[in-house]
């Protein structure tokens, strides 16, 4: 069974929050602040463009925005996996936030492929 728009929503949102919280334990060290900030930017945008994705006006739109999604979710990974391989975190620490980025990544792709008729 398929999780609902609504479900979808409140799981991109906190995933968010999640990421807000490493990034507010982050230390400041230079390199961990900047790639704490491109995971930042990259974590919140997972819920805010999916909020985007539910007002798609058309089929089109909506595999689009869906695509940015994709992304932002796959990016946010790519952050947490540099937190890791640069030890600014250990990983067993990440180790559920970045489960949940590929989670995110699979679910939003599966739905993707299913729009597009793939």
Do not use: H
């Not at 230390?27 to 819920?47: E, F, H, M, Y």
């Amino acid at each position: 069974m398929g999780m609902t728009s609504e479900q979808l929503r409140e799981r991109t949102k906190a995933f968010a929050l999640r990421v807000i919280r490493l990034f507010r334990s982050l230390p400041n060290s230079t390199d961990a602040q900047i790639i704490g900030k491109q995971l930042l930017r990259s974590g919140t945008s997972v819920g805010a463009n999916y909020r985007a994705v539910c007002r798609s006006r058309s089929k089109v739109e909506f595999i689009a925005r869906l695509g940015i999604v994709i992304e932002e979710a796959d990016e946010s990974a790519y952050w947490l996996e540099l937190l890791v391989d640069t030890k600014v975190m250990k990983e067993e620490k990440l180790d559920s936030l970045l489960q949940e980025a590929r989670e995110l990544t699979a679910i939003f792709n599966a739905s993707r492929r299913v729009n597009e008729g793939l």
